[in-house]
């Protein structure tokens, strides 16, 4: 999977958990949960969402790697591959 | 005979507009069926029955606003036995009732509730076309509703993507969303009332989580993603504990403290828009911590729609307030009347913590609590304060 593709899905599953922002204005280093005002539940809505979507395990002690499109694209393609 | 009254839904709400009925005069209900939605500030409730019985008689037509405590229909008792001899008169009445609406039916062809029409005339649905499901073929919201997921469902390409498209906002949930004006209104006037008439103290104590939170990621190792728990999962049920500890502090303020036996702990959720929602657990002491993640898993997202029921929203005999993963540090909460306490969590940080005379450093949790000072005094919240505390030190037993 190419990495526009994998951002596309994180972008749609972003706007789903906060439908009245556009998560396509993110910087890659932006704090995503901050900025896109996501809570706890929220954000693992999106994991959950993230690990079904891609068919990957997100084990909770790598949460910490998916605070920012950056690091969260890193590791998704780590993951994929 | 029992009088079925408008509900009141929190300290904030004065008067409901009765939106529409979804049952029939001579319907026999029981306990927990829906009988009206109710239109609120806080938008559309679904208004639940709490006794068995058949309904005789309306009271309110649909479309009026009438305050708190009002009667809105009269049921009878299944269970009286002299009634029980009218029952067997009463399905003829009813019958002819029936004939007779069905006639007028018949007569002006169409029956729409005002709400329906309301939603169709919204969403540009020609309700004419639309098959009633209610009461003698009347068209109600869920008739709406499912042309309005008909006409998504075919209005759409199931391949466009979501970031190309907004997807649809539902417009069942739109008629249900309160204005962002009527949310503020319903906060402003509860908080108000609050602040007016109770005597607030305040607690604080310093609660160390390595060992809760070295147990939820334990826990959490062993899970598959969808099983995982939230912090506030641990919260709930280490509150719920705390309170059968120290009982007085669950309970509400009518002139003199009355301690409640069940323990429902109202849980503040934050609307995307701004504003709070506040749906109870009920018997929390009683659920388990899955049982706990699989209500919050249920109600957040209804809550959020706007879709609740009245028994999510009363009720509620502690409310707990939790900021949540970097948020403020500590929270001081204001009570929701009639009850006497809340509590309020902070964002976990880590801090100096000194233990056996060594410093060191530890994720610390800011335990608040608010008390009415009418019903308890500062020493019944610390007591409280003090458990949770315990209760928090073994996640395991919790």
């Known amino acids: ?81 | 005979m029992i009088a079925f009254k408008m509900p009141s839904l929190g300290a904030d709400m004065e008067a409901g507009t009765l939106v529409e009925w979804r049952k029939s005069v001579g319907d026999q209900i029981s306990h927990g069926d829906i009988i009206a939605d109710v239109e609120t500030q806080k938008g559309l409730i679904e208004i639940e029955v709490f006794d068995d019985g058949i309904i005789e008689r309306f009271m309110v037509e649909e479309g009026a606003k009438v305050p708190v405590g009002t009667v809105l229909a009269m049921i009878r008792p299944v269970d009286e036995k002299p009634q029980k001899l009218e029952v067997s008169e009463a399905p003829e009445e009813i019958k002819k009732k029936s004939v007779e609406q069905a006639h007028q039916t018949n007569a002006k062809r169409l029956k729409i509730t005002p709400l329906a029409k309301r939603m169709a005339t919204d969403n540009k649905i020609d309700y004419g076309k639309l098959k009633g499901t209610g009461p003698e073929g009347e068209i109600v919201k869920k008739d709406v509703e499912k042309a309005i997921e008909e006409l998504a469902v075919s209005g759409t390409s199931p391949k466009v993507s979501p970031i190309e498209k907004q997807p649809i906002p539902s417009s069942t949930s739109q008629i249900n969303v309160p204005s962002q004006k009527s949310i503020r209104a319903a906060v402003a006037a509860a908080m108000t009332k609050s602040k007016r008439e109770i005597p607030h103290y305040y607690l604080e104590k310093k609660i160390d989580m390595s060992k809760s939170l070295d147990w939820l990621r334990k826990t959490n190792e062993d899970r598959p993603i969808q099983k995982r728990l939230l912090s506030a999962v641990l919260f709930i049920k280490a509150v719920a504990s705390s309170i059968e500890e120290v009982p007085e502090i669950n309970g509400v303020w009518e002139d003199e403290l009355v301690i409640k036996n069940e323990i429902n702990i109202g849980f503040v959720l934050s609307l995307r828009g701004g504003g709070i929602i506040v749906p109870a657990i009920k018997n929390a002491d009683l659920k388990s911590i899955d049982e706990i993640m699989e209500w919050l898993n249920e109600i957040i997202p209804r809550a959020r729609a706007f879709k609740l029921r009245s028994s999510d929203l009363s009720e509620a005999t502690i409310t707990l307030t939790s900021i949540g993963e970097g948020g403020a540090d500590k929270v001081f909460g204001i009570i929701y009347p009639p009850q006497i306490a809340i509590i309020g969590l902070g964002n976990v940080i880590d801090e100096a913590i000194v233990e056996n005379g060594m410093v060191g450093i530890r994720p610390v949790l800011h335990a608040t609590l608010a008390g009415d000072h009418r019903a308890t005094d500062g020493l019944v919240g610390s007591r409280f304060l003090d458990a949770l505390n315990k209760n928090l030190q073994n996640p395991e037993e919790l």
């Open chain 1, 1 to 81: 999977m190419k990495e526009a593709e994998i951002l596309n899905i994180v972008y749609g599953l972003l706007k789903q958990v906060a439908p009245e922002t556009d998560p396509s204005s993110l910087t890659l280093d932006e704090n995503i949960r901050e900025s896109l005002n996501i809570d706890s539940y929220d954000a693992l809505q999106f994991i959950v969402a993230l690990s079904e979507k891609l068919g990957v395990d997100i084990p909770e002690k790598d949460y910490g790697q998916t605070g920012n499109l950056k690091n969260l694209l890193i590791y998704l393609e780590k993951r994929l591959h």
